[in-house]
């Protein structure tokens, strides 16, 4: 089982949906966690980070469930420029080695 | 404030070669990671760089090495290039080692190994 999964979509969806992604983690012993944003044949961007009581940026919301090892990003009202690739990031224990799941695909359409 | 730059932007490498990629980091910061991307996944954490040392490493063989220079600059190293070497390659600075959420990427170097 890999450490950090995610389904690659795409997930297609019309401007003003709400989609939501969830990334699952292996090791019960991650302890930080992040959401990261890459456009086509660019460099990924922080989006942002997961905190235990989950927290918003937005029409961004992120949760973390430890119980059941996942992290999940919910997009209100999507924009055609939402449309990129979103990456989760999990770091376990004091390593501070960043683990990428392979992404999560959106297309937003008019 | 110049962000984190590569060089080269692409390259194109035959079986068996070495090649040298180069990172200079975003103003301030003092730590350089190393990625490597492959078509349709995340990035993979090389290692990390940091007072001119290694600190961290992922899974990569020896094959790959680096260096970090006074300045903080840094370049990533590959000999004996593999066809499983062709991806993008991601250079990415933070303020310190465990900062992530100060981690700038720049815009990467693809490699084409033939």
Redesign the interface.
Known sequence: RKE?E?D?GPFNVPEGATVAFNCTYSNSASQ?F?WYRQDCR?????LM?VYSSGNEDGRFTAQLNRASQYISLLIRDSKLSDSATY?C?V?TGG?????????TSLIVHP | DAGVTQSPTHLIKTRGQQVTLRCSPKSGHDTVSWYQQALGQGPQFIFQYYEEEERQRGNFPDRFSGHQFPNYSSELNVNALLLGDSALYLCASSQTPGRIDTQYFGPGTRLTVL
């Open positions: 950090v995610q690659p930080s992040f660019k460099e990924p961007k922080l980070s990456l990031v770091i390593s501070y080695i960043p683990t990428f799941g392979r992404g």
